[in-house]
């Protein structure tokens, strides 16, 4: 498969620092931030295709970040991370673009899962995106 840009934002450090090394030990290049600000600021600088996103963190909280990944990042898949009181709260981030979402604490390998299907999906998008420029392109007189 090819390599997955994956960004992690939880405000748990060591729930954080767990998922990295995870995830790198299935060899995917995955980086950490603490909060949707530092998201964002991440997001700016470095095109990622996936997200995985906590909901609740103090600040901007999950879906105020997913809200704005979507509205600057289109194309960026973003899958909810929830505990179970906030089931009602991911699949909200579902209605606003959210990919998919898991319960904490989840199987990891389930998350690599979606994770390699939201970047399948990102990646879909972006040869269809291609395709329409391409089509648009070659448009003009005497076509």
């Known amino acids: 498969m090819e390599e997955v840009r994956l960004l992690l934002v939880d405000d748990e450090v060591e729930f954080l620092e767990t998922l990295i090394k995870r995830m790198r030990k299935r060899r995917v290049e995955a980086v950490g931030v603490r909060s949707g600000e530092e998201a964002l600021k991440y997001l700016q600088e470095h095109p990622t295709d996936v997200v995985v996103l906590d909901v609740k963190m103090p600040g901007m909280d999950g879906i105020e970040t997913l809200k704005a990944i979507k509205e600057r990042h289109p194309l960026t898949e973003v899958i909810m991370l929830t505990g179970h009181a906030n089931l009602e709260v991911a699949i909200r981030g579902m ?46 007189p005497g076509d």
């Open 95 to 140: 209605e606003l673009g959210a990919f998919d979402y898991l319960m904490k604490p989840m199987d990891i390998d389930e998350l690599l899962y979606k994770v390699e299907d939201a970047h399948k999906k990102k990646k879909l998008q972006e040869k269809r995106m291609q395709r329409r420029k391409g089509v648009e392109g070659h448009e003009g």
